[in-house]
């Protein structure tokens, strides 16, 4: 059983060649295992459950397909995850290039926010001094 299990499993893809040994083994046990739980089954229950050579050549096809699958599932998972860690990557550089331009833009808004105070301040002394001339000129109009 050891050296079908061997056979079988050799050159699939994703079984080291240091494990086929261990493999093989592996699988036998389980085979054996299946037909002494079957005597036991057929002592108690008097009922059959057949293990034949096929069962053993399915139960190594079900491994490599199982491994098949696992894999697979494993690569999509790996392509997800490598996919958001390079769109979390650019959403942290456009952050970077938008507080980099909010600077740029504060800087600006700090240089207009000076000039219009400026600005105020010079409307207000002009208005202070329209104020005083309409005064004066109210002044000189009641003297008429």
């Not at 994703?14 to 493999?23: C, H």
């Amino acid at each position: 059983l050891v050296a079908v299990a061997q056979r079988f499993v050799t050159g699939t893809d994703g079984i080291p060649v240091e494990v086929y040994d261990t493999l093989g083994q592996h699988m036998a046990f389980m085979h054996t295992s299946v037909n002494e739980a079957s005597e036991e089954f057929l002592s108690s229950e008097r009922r059959y459950n057949y293990t034949t050579p096929k069962s053993f050549l399915d139960l190594i096809d079900l491994y490599k397909s199982m491994l098949k699958q696992k894999k697979e599932g494993l690569k999509q998972l790996k392509d997800r995850l490598e996919n958001g860690l390079e769109k979390m990557q650019s959403a942290a550089e456009q952050v970077a290039e938008l507080q980099e331009n909010l600077v740029k833009d504060m800087a600006i808004v700090e240089e207009k926010k000076l000039a219009t105070d400026q600005l105020l301040e010079h409307v207000g002394q002009e208005t202070a001094v329209a104020d005083e001339q309409k005064g004066l000129a109210m002044i000189e109009e009641e003297k008429c």
